[in-house]
């Protein structure tokens, strides 16, 4: 079976655990998805694999998520570019530009300050590490308040970095790239005054 699908995502995110110096947890467990925990300074950063349902069926979403405690209430939400973006754009979507033609034209990027989305996309390793992702299904990061109403609620003052992408990455090389997109963002993040290097009181595992 490995011959003809290729290695399966416990096997990939193995290595993934190695080659990153994380922890692979629920490796073992038939009841629970195996999550990918990363420590980056006092920030934990989990990959895991959830399933959305549509009717009948159900999808496979791969995410990302970091708490953090939001200094300012700076959020803001990026996917790439779709077909229906310029019918989006016509009828007054929001899409601000940071005057980086390559980036402009491949993502959309929607914030209430402008100003901040800006500086925080002045940095050439989150652009380069978003444009390596681009091309993942349904792809898109942003920062939220909470989990929604079937996932955890968060302290006031914390907030969630967020990524998901419909499917089951088993791309070790895209996945890395995710684990150090989110510490990029984290770092990046604390330099602009949007957060604090102190570690949230909430715990996603």
């Not at 692979?24 to 895991?48: C, G, Q, R």
């Not at 898109?140 to 990455?169: A, M, N, S």
Request: net charge negative; proline share 3%.
């Amino acid at each position: 079976m490995k011959n003809i699908f290729g290695p399966s995502k416990d096997e990939i995110w193995g290595l993934l655990e190695k080659e990153i110096n994380a922890t692979l947890l629920n490796k073992d467990s038939f009841w629970h998805e195996s999550k990918v925990v990363l420590e980056h300074k006092n920030w934990t950063i989990i990959l895991d694999v959830f399933r959305r349902s549509s009717g009948k069926s159900s999808m496979p979403y791969t995410r990302m998520r970091c708490a953090y405690i939001n200094k300012d209430n700076f959020r803001f939400t990026i996917y790439p570019e779709g077909i229906f973006t310029d019918i989006a754009k016509y009828f007054g979507m929001q899409d601000i530009e940071i005057e980086d033609k390559i980036f402009d034209d491949t993502f959309v990027l929607k914030s209430k300050n402008p100003d901040k989305i800006k500086a925080l996309f002045n940095d050439e390793n989150i652009k380069n590490a978003f444009l390596a992702l681009k091309d993942l299904t349904q792809f898109q990061v942003k920062v939220q308040d909470d989990e929604g109403f079937w996932g955890q609620r968060f302290p006031d003052g914390v907030d969630e970095l967020y990524l998901e992408t419909l499917g089951v990455i088993t791309d070790l090389e895209k996945l890395k790239i995710m684990f150090k997109l989110f510490a990029e963002i984290m770092d990046r993040l604390c330099e602009i005054g949007s957060a604090y290097e102190a570690r949230p009181s909430i715990n996603l595992t």
